[in-house]
């Protein structure tokens, strides 16, 4: 899982930064909500992040991670806060083991 995790997290950086090569990152949003499909678009992804993040937090007070610095990362970009929170998980065995967690 990790693995796949870490591939998309690497395919979509990379994606991500050559559009915001291109377009810039204001050049993005005015890209985005210049019409009414991207406008639809933007309010989907807005919905599924929050949906997301709900289930994140849930996860890091049962697993006693910080959940914050997600949250401001899945503002600024995105996919990019879950995904990382994601990766950086600790394995189920050190959960349940009561070892240190990952940040």
Request: proline content about 4%.
């Amino acid at each position: 899982m990790k693995v796949a995790l870490a591939l998309v997290f690497a395919v979509f950086g990379a994606y991500s930064l050559y559009v915001i090569a291109e377009l810039g990152y204001l050049g993005l949003w005015q890209a985005l909500l210049s019409n009414l499909a991207g406008r639809q678009v933007v309010l989907d992804l807005l919905i599924a992040s929050v949906l997301l993040l709900g289930f994140l937090w849930r996860d890091a007070q049962r697993s006693r991670r910080r959940f914050w610095p997600y949250v401001l990362l899945t503002l600024a970009a995105g996919s990019f806060g879950p995904l990382l929170y994601l990766l950086l998980a600790p394995r189920a065995d050190k959960l349940s083991a009561g070892l240190p967690r990952a940040a």
